[in-house]
């Protein structure tokens, strides 16, 4: 930078003393090397700051990390709990209209039958009470269980009478004791009180 007027000063300097020996000529030089040195050192400084305010940072998602995963090991049990028996509720939604869905055959009737005959601890004589359609169907398939159980020597015989309280897929056994209600719906009413719905 050039001056164009030229600095006077009123009295002599004191105290005043040349901070380089570099010549004029090569001030530009010497300048251009302590700016350089400065952006150096400031970019250092940049640099150590940044990486100072990165592991702050890290460290405070860090602990935010734990503090969410404490709060959710703590909460997930109480969820689980609380959704326990919502999800019990549409799994057994879930298994009616399956069941209600589910097309009846003659193996399907005759395997509720074995298994309230299996229940049954009464050795007199026990009615099964079938839907019509499903009477109907054991005896268009000729069922075995029609034969099988007519005669059951001295323990008694079991007779099977259509019943309209029955839906299809649905069995009442009636013994001497009282009724073996195997309908469908009350199965799914037992595993409802067994989990304490």
């Not at 008694?156 to 019943?163: D, P, Q, R, T, Y």
């Not at 719906?185 to 409802?192: A, F, P, R």
Request: proline share 4%; aromatic share 2%; net charge negative.
């Amino acid at each position: 930078m050039k001056w164009s007027k030229p600095l006077l000063m009123h009295s002599g300097l004191r105290d005043v003393r040349l901070l380089t020996q570099v010549p004029a000529r090569e001030w530009t030089a010497h300048v251009r090397e302590r700016e350089d040195e400065a952006y150096r050192r400031g970019r250092l400084e940049g640099d150590t700051a940044c990486g100072l305010k990165l592991e702050q940072q890290r460290q405070e998602l860090d602990a935010l990390q734990n503090g969410v995963m404490k709060n959710l090991q703590s909460i997930l049990p109480q969820v689980l709990k609380e959704a326990e028996p919502a999800l019990i509720q549409l799994a057994l939604e879930a298994a009616r209209k399956l069941v209600a869905g589910m097309p009846v055959d003659a193996a399907m009737v005759e395997a509720v039958v074995r298994e309230a005959l299996a229940q049954v601890e009464d050795s007199g004589e026990i009615t099964i009470q079938l839907h019509p359609d499903d009477l109907a169907l054991l005896h268009k398939h000729a069922s075995p269980l029609l034969e099988a159980h007519a005669g059951r020597g001295s323990s008694g015989a079991v007779k099977f009478s259509s019943s309209r309280e029955a839906q299809r897929g649905d069995c009442l056994a009636l013994t001497r004791f009282g009724t073996l209600d195997a309908r469908r719906e009350t199965k799914l009413e037992q595993i409802q009180t067994s989990l304490n719905l």
